[in-house]
Structure formats: C-alpha cells, structure tokens
C-alpha cells in the first residue's frame, strides 16, 4: 500500500462489519422478542454462554472498525489541515480503542 | 417568461448578483438555449459557453432551478418560474455562467484516458467481438459536461484529489476495454483513500447526468473489479 491509509480495505472492513452487525442485531431482537429472559441471572447465564459472548465480541469488534472507518471518512471529507487531521483521527482512534477494550473487558470478566 | 440569472464580471463587479430578465419566447424557442440566445440579443453583457446546441459537445451545462443540466435540451415549458440559472456548483466563475473547468480536466487527465497497449500493433487493428465492445455503452457516451462532477459533494470537498464521477465512469471505461493491457495498473491507481474511495454513493451524479449515465454503477463494478483482483 502506497498509503499511510487504505482504500478497498477500509472499505471492505465497513460493508463486512455492516453485514455481521445487521446480522447480529436481526438475531437478538428475535431472541429477546421470542424468548425473553424472565430476570437478570437469567440474561447473564445467556450472555455467559460461549457461543452468544463470543457472538457479542465479535459484534462489538465489528461496531468500532465500522465507526472507526465512517468518523475517519467524515474527517478526511472536512477536515483538510494535516495537523489537525493527524490530531483527530489519533483521538478517534484511541476513543474507539478504549471503548473496544472496555467492552472486551465487561464481556469477558 | 421570468428568469433570474448569475451575473459576476470581474473587472466590475466586486460581488456576483442576480439578475432578473422577463421575454415572450417564439413558439421556435423551445429549448433553455434558444431563450438565452435571443436574451443576448438584448443583454450582450450575458455571458455563457454554448456550441452544438443538441446536447452532443457538454458546453452549455449550468444549474438550472438548482438542479445541473444542458440548456441546450432543457424544455422551456417545464420549468417552474422565474427559473434561477447559475454556474456550475463549486467549479470557480470565469464570468457569469462561464466557469473554470481545469480542475475537472485535470482529474480526467490523471485517469490516463487513452488505450494503453503495448504488445505489437496488428496488421489493420485491434479487434474487439460484439461482446466486448457491448461492455463499452453506457461508458464511451460520456460528453464530458461536468454536470456530475459539479453535482456530487465529494468533488465539492476534496477537489483536487478525488477524481470525481465523470474520471471516474472513464476509468471504468478503459478498465473494461478489451484492448487495454493497464486494467491492473489503473485499479492500483485508483486504490487510495480519496482518488475512488472518497465516493459515498450519493448517486447525484447518476441523477443528474443528461445522457443518462450512471458514473455510480461504474463506481461501484470499479470497486468490485479490486475485491476480486486482491483475492
């Protein structure tokens, strides 16, 4: 790649994350429609299994490279200072970053 | 009939204006330009390109009651009143609705718009079946007016590095050119963050496009033909 960032990557990252996370969402509205847990335990024992966390992960992963590919997007559309872009797309990245790793963190505790 | 139109000279003027204008057109004056022509017959001051006058050379695009379009096949019996006539969006004025398109040329330049073949040169030409040459409609038609390019705000933002949709439907034009021997090296070139990919399918280029293009689809098999080259 001739380029710090990537084209069809970043591209490709955004329409595979948006067909898991489209999936994944379908998937738990019909759970919670159709077999709703009665209490709290009841929806952590769900949670806890290792098909439906590792689902969640994977889901959650897929959230934050769809954000990080779509607020990087907004930026290099608006934002035209080097600086400031540097600035910016570093500060989404470490947000996102954190946020992923708080989230990997609640689901795997 | 009213109109209102873009005026900017400037060796005179220090801000554009609108300017109103009101004509009975003769039952002959069916299309947008025919009206213009005669108005220059009355306001020589007016300004704007015009050329083969039947939607073939691209010269008369502007924005027409907001909206890019040739004059030349724009009829005058359709258009809501006073109809607002500006240069094209975000292309800089030369004057009234003349506008400087050496951006543009320059991004369709940069796509290298020509066959690129260097294997030996055949006895008569380069043959291409029915089949091969069917891949080029919807393509070869392109005039080159600028009224996508103009229209679609990913050019409006980075200019200077994306393409735009008119480079980029001629792009998808060489690509698929049987007799093309660069498809690898055009995709690669395209393959950055802004050159292709700063397109977010708007699809206001493939609305507006008076030949009834579609810069998006190509756009869109443009990205496809890179998914399947990188595998």
């Known amino acids: 790649m001739r380029h710090a960032l990537s084209g069809l990557n970043a591209w490709l990252v955004q329409r595979l994350s948006a067909v898991y996370s489209l999936l994944f969402i379908v998937y738990l509205s019909l759970h919670f429609l159709l077999e709703p847990p009665g209490s709290y335990e009841q929806w952590q024992q769900w949670m806890r299994q290792p098909l439906v966390s590792t689902a969640s992960l994977i889901f959650f992963g897929a959230l934050s490279l769809h954000m990080w590919v779509g607020l990087r997007d907004v930026v290099l559309d608006y934002v ?26 609640i689901l795997l505790g | 009939m009213r109109l209102s139109i873009f005026r900017f000279d400037p060796d005179r ?27 220059k017959t009355v306001d020589d001051s007016l300004t704007f390109r015009r050329s083969c006058r039947e939607g073939v050379c691209g010269s ?29 969006p975000s292309f800089p004025v030369i004057r009234d609705l003349v506008v400087d398109m050496s951006q543009f040329f320059k991004q369709y330049h940069s796509i290298r718009p020509y066959l690129i073949n260097d ?18 409609d919807g393509l070869y038609e392109c005039i080159l007016c600028a009224c996508c390019t103009s229209q679609c705000p990913s050019s409006w933002w980075n200019p200077e ?16 050119d049987s007799r093309d021997r660069a498809g690898a090296q055009r995709l690669d070139d395209l393959n950055d963050p802004f050159r292709l990919f700063r397109c977010r399918t708007i699809m206001n280029c493939t609305e507006v496009c008076p030949r009834g293009l579609s810069p998006s689809r190509a756009i869109e098999k443009i990205r496809l033909m890179m998914v399947k080259a990188s595998l």
């Open chain 2, 13 to 39: 003027d220090r801000k554009p204006y609108m300017q109103d204008y009101e004509l009975v057109p003769e039952p002959s004056e069916r299309m947008l330009l025919d009206v213009l022509v005669r108005l």
């Open chain 2, 119 to 136: 294997e030996p040169e055949p006895d008569k030409e380069r043959v291409q079946s029915p089949e091969e040459r069917a891949q080029l």
């Open chain 1, 80 to 105: 035209h200072s080097p600086g400031l872009r540097v600035c910016l797309l570093a500060s989404v990245a470490i947000g996102l970053a954190a946020m992923a790793a708080w989230t990997a963190r």
């Open chain 2, 60 to 88: 008369d695009a502007m924005n027409i009651n907001g909206r890019n379009g040739l004059a030349c096949i724009t009829p005058v019996s359709g258009l809501k009143e006073p109809v607002e006539l500006r240069p094209l």
């Open chain 2, 161 to 176: 590095k994306f393409v735009g949709p008119a480079g980029l439907l001629q792009a998808y034009r060489f690509i698929v």
